[in-house]
């Protein structure tokens, strides 16, 4: 299916797993290991990060209610699961599918090929001793895995160390997870020191990135208002772009609501926020497609870079003094690299970082430019992916009802508490009399100021009316054929009450959505 050296590739490649795969053994590796990419940026990829189940990572601040929001989806404790208002989750816990419930510390995780964190080794015991995988069978599970964190200090607890780069370990998580959900608290919203720095190491990443404002039930709506106005300023600040990430509201556990005056609002932003999750699964193939476009372009980079300074390096003498020269001027490098192959500055790796890591490289081992590597490179950027992109929607197309089952995703989908059941559009759904029957007298009203001619209003004579809702013409347009239910032109007067009950749910729906937009 995929051409190498102008031949073609006999084994054709059945799934887009397998196509990753081999791209990345075949061509990406040889570019990434010639130029020491996985000293500079992240570990060589291994099987199971291509076979492995979407993942979702929560990260925030302690007592923001991640264990909570994990027990919350599953219905169901895990091995391992401490809540409390103080730091109570002091370790990483990968909480995964398995037959029966148990605990696999760290050290044993990490030697295991058929999960996806043998690479996790680089980070050492002090990590690994803070490590473990929860298993448990359980049916949200059988479709993603999700990755609980400590919660990230605030105040005098920051100066306690962890005894590792805990922001270096969640970039590796977020590198390969599906969905990263950053949680904060609606009446403690300060973001420390720790958290600034942690949301700035996922810089990379804010396509995955989703907040959600939790125990939003605690405060009245007015306070609200002002808790998240304050969110999407500070994260604005930290993050620095100018796209807003996306921000779920509401109260995400099994309790009784506190200040219940927002419940249609927490009610919709849960339903939100779970199809987000749901579509994890059919979505998860794109995303190991484009993390690994991500990576090429990075290797990419990186080897002009290296290769670069290896060509500026003396054979003989003043090795030293040249490298800590061309440390000092790597940015005059990056701009060089930039304007000769036309790349985009967001393409180069941060400045600081490279300059600290190179530090301590041996520039004599640093290779040449080696134009078949990137030409490889180039041809999977240009053909390979193209061809897999096609693969991926024919897999899609296969599985167009793959998402995440059981658990709390059961619990609002059928019966009379499924998300707006009885109201707007759903109302007077269980009822025998027909719900437009009880403001009709209203509507007839209306209808007979209009003199209609045998017993119905023309089509103008409707509109004139039916414009005083303010809504668009499109919107209008669609109650109209809704309503005129004998396609003859004319409005009767249960057709032109129907088109007015419309209209009210039309309007009740908009509103709704301006509230959501404003809160």
Known sequence: ????????????????????????KTKLFPLEDTYHFHDFHSPALEDADFDNKPMVLLVG????????????????????????????????????????????????????????FRKLNAFGNAFLNRFVCAQMPNAVLESISIIDTPGIL????????????????????????????????????????????????????????????NKADQIGTQQLMRVYGALMWSLGKIVGTPEV????????????????????????????????????????????????????????????????????MPNMFGKENKKKELIANLGEIYTRIEKEHQISPGDFPKLAKMQEILANQDFSKFQAVKPKLLEAVEDMLANDIAKLMTLVRQEEAAMPSQSVQGGAFEGTMNGPFGHGYGEGAGEGIDELEWVVARDKPTYDEIFYTLSPVNGKVS????????????????????????????????????????????IKVTQQIKRLQRNKGNS
Do not use: C
């Open 245 to 312: 990430i996306r921000v779920y509201i509401g109260s995400f556990w099994a309790q009784p609501l506190l200040v219940a005056d927002n419940r249609k609002l927490f009610e919709a932003e849960e339903q939100d926020l779970f199809k987000d999750i749901q579509g994890l699964p059919r979505n998860a193939a794109l995303r190991k497609l484009n993390d690994l476009i991500k990576r090429a372009r990075l290797a990419k980079v990186h080897a002009y870079i290296i290769s670069s300074l290896k060509k500026e």
């Open 154 to 213: 605030s105040g005098e607890k920051q100066r306690i160390s962890r005894g590792y780069d805990f922001a270096a370990v969640l970039e590796w998580f977020a590198e390969r997870v599906d969905r990263i959900i950053l949680l904060f608290d609606a009446h403690k919203l300060d973001i420390s020191d720790e958290f600034s720095e942690v949301i700035r190491s996922l810089k990379n990443h804010e396509d995955k990135m989703r907040v959600v404002l």
């Open 459 to 502: 089509g103008a004579l409707a509109k004139k009316e039916m414009v005083k809702s303010k809504l668009p013409n499109t919107v209008l347009g669609k109650i109209w054929k809704l309503a005129d239910v004998d396609k003859d032109g004319y409005l009767d007067d249960e057709e032109f009450a129907l088109a007015n009950h419309l």
């Open 61 to 116: 601040q302690y007592s923001t209610g991640k264990t909570t929001f994990i027990r919350h989806l599953m219905e169901q404790d895990f091995p391992g699961m401490r809540i409390g208002p103080e730091p109570t989750t002091d370790s990483f816990i990968a909480v995964m599918h398995g037959e029966q419930d148990g605990l696999i510390p760290g050290n044993a995780l990490v030697v295991d090929p058929k999960k996806p």
């Open 1 to 24: 299916m995929f051409k190498r050296n102008g031949k073609k590739d006999p084994e054709l490649i059945q799934n887009v797993s397998e196509g990753l795969k081999k791209l990345y």
